[in-house]
T-cell receptor, first 109, second 115 residues
Framework: SQQGEEDPQALSIQEGENATMNCSYKTSINNLQWYRQNSGRGLVHLILIRSNEREKHSGRLRVTLDTSKKSSSLLITASRAADTASYFCATDSNYQLIWGAGTKLIIKP | NAGVTQTPKFRVLKTGQSMTLLCAQDMNHEYMYWYRQDPGMGLRLIHYSVGEGTTAKGEVPDGYNVSRLKKQNFLLGLESAAPSQTSVYFC??????????????FGSGTRLTVV
């Protein structure tokens, strides 16, 4: 069963623009993580936000968490061609990760 | 380079054949996982291990078996492959089930086709 659901399923923007992806989940969580997957490769851990945190930054990444709405968003600022990838959220509930289906992000030059 | 290594990277099997996927990590992680990834779906956990000699079922364990005889290796076996097992398989490892600092480290995947 999928806990996290990303929205939108696909996003295409111009290089330099900001990209926002959303993740909704169903049950209470300990933390929420975001991962990136380049085509044909494994997933790479980007950032983790704990359930008692509301916002977190890492370089050009900004993650927010709203536990009352059971949702999170990932913002990538000043997008680059290298950001083209699929992005997945994963929620840590009962100490196992449950994954959403991902958002496919395409950055157009 | 430290990380998670999966072999093979690609494989085509005939229905009913068996095979073993190997995952090796050199980070001294206690926890290891096997996932499958299908188009339009997130990762689904097949089996996992919380330490050498231990294994547990995940969300979709049927048709698969695993073994963790050595801490650094986690093997995924298909005894009698079926077309429904056509997928991309990922191995991952972590220091703990809830590694709140480092997250999971993934291998590059094995693309399996069962015909």
């Amino acid at each position: 069963s999928q806990q996290g659901e990303e929205d939108p399923q696909a996003l295409s923007i111009q290089e330099g623009e900001n990209a926002t992806m959303n993740c909704s989940y169903k049950t209470s969580i300990n933390n929420l993580q975001w991962y990136r997957q380049n085509s044909g490769r494994g997933l790479v851990h980007l950032i983790l936000i704990r359930s008692n945190e509301r916002e977190k930054h890492s370089g050009r990444l900004r993650v927010t968490l709203d536990t009352s709405k059971k949702s999170s968003s990932l913002l990538i600022t000043a997008s680059r061609a290298a950001d083209t990838a699929s992005y997945f959220c994963a929620t840590d509930s009962n100490y196992q990760l449950i994954w959403g289906a991902g958002t496919k992000l395409i950055i157009k030059p | 380079n430290a990380g998670v290594t999966q072999t093979p990277k690609f494989r085509v099997l005939k229905t009913g054949q068996s095979m073993t996927l190997l995952c090796a990590q050199d980070m001294n992680h206690e926890y290891m996982y096997w996932y499958r990834q299908d188009p339009g779906m997130g990762l689904r956990l097949i089996h996992y291990s919380v330490g050498e000699g231990t294994t547990a079922k995940g969300e979709v364990p049927d048709g698969y078996n695993v073994s963790r005889l050595k801490k650094q290796n986690f093997l995924l076996g298909l005894e009698s492959a079926a077309p429904s097992q056509t997928s991309v398989y990922f191995c991952a490892s972590s220091y703990s089930l809830a590694d709140v600092v480092r997250g999971y480290t993934f291998g590059s995947g094995t693309r399996l086709t069962v015909v």
